[in-house]
């Protein structure tokens, strides 16, 4: 069979429409402009009442915290490696006894997002190793000059809640930045407290965070199991 021969057997050709179907074939095009006209008309009053949106809307991004005020960030870089428009920015930097932004050696002192790029499509967040990144519901971005559409780490960072110290300070004593990814802090403790309050005597959230250190217990690592406990 010859290459001409087999091109016309894969010819698409439309199904038979019948006679109905060839009789409503010049006003098929309208149903749908037919059914909406009967439907009522819903007008959303925005700006004045904002629009709902569903829980899993991909919007303005956030970089987030642990109960006791250090940052999520370490510095990785892992967002910036997965967005497709190179939207983001990161430059990391290493804690210090002094500086401790976050829990493990490095945090993230630099953090960009252009959305003037960002196409909003979450893979920055898949990326995330640690949950620092996720995105808000929040999607009124639009401005007046560029410049303003290039986000800082300041204008991303999460808010300290009720009950958070700020940073830098220590991490919880006899905790790890493992612990922390799972969970294991849920709150600052009285020596956090005692930290800033030394170096840091008028942060205004030393009143809160020791009110939340009073009804947090004091979270304590687990020992390590020796070979000779665990033969017993």
């Known amino acids: 069979m010859s290459d001409k021969q087999s091109q016309d057997d894969m010819l698409y050709e439309h199904d038979p429409k019948g006679f109905f179907g060839e009789l409503f074939a010049p006003i098929a095009g309208y149903g749908v402009t037919i059914t909406s006209f009967f439907r009522p008309t819903v007008t959303e009053q925005y700006p ?59 945090f993230g002192r630099v953090y960009q997002i252009n959305y003037l790029r960002c196409i909003f499509c979450g893979l920055c967040i898949e990326a995330c190793p640690t949950r620092a990144l996720t995105m808000s519901n929040d999607f009124e971005l639009a401005d007046y000059d560029r410049e303003d559409l290039i986000f800082e780490k300041d204008q991303i960072l999460a808010p300290l ?68 406990e665990a033969s017993a």
Request: glycine share 8%; net charge negative.
């Open 48 to 106: 004045f009442e904002g629009p709902f949106t569903q829980p899993r809307f991909h919007g303005r991004h956030q970089l987030n915290r642990y109960p006791d005020g250090l940052e999520k960030c370490i510095g990785c870089e892992l967002c910036a490696w997965a967005c497709p428009a190179d939207a983001i920015l990161v430059e990391a930097a290493n804690n210090t006894p002094d500086q401790q932004f976050a829990p493990g050696e490095r």
């Open 161 to 228: 809640e009720d009950g958070m110290l700020a940073p830098p300070h220590p991490m919880v004593s006899g905790m790890t930045d493992g612990d922390y990814y799972r969970g294991s802090v849920t709150g600052p403790t009285r020596e956090q407290v005692e930290w800033v309050r030394e170096h840091r005597p008028d942060d205004p959230t030393l009143e809160g965070a020791a009110q939340a250190a009073d009804q947090v217990e004091t979270p304590v690592a687990a020992a390590p199991v020796t070979s000779k």
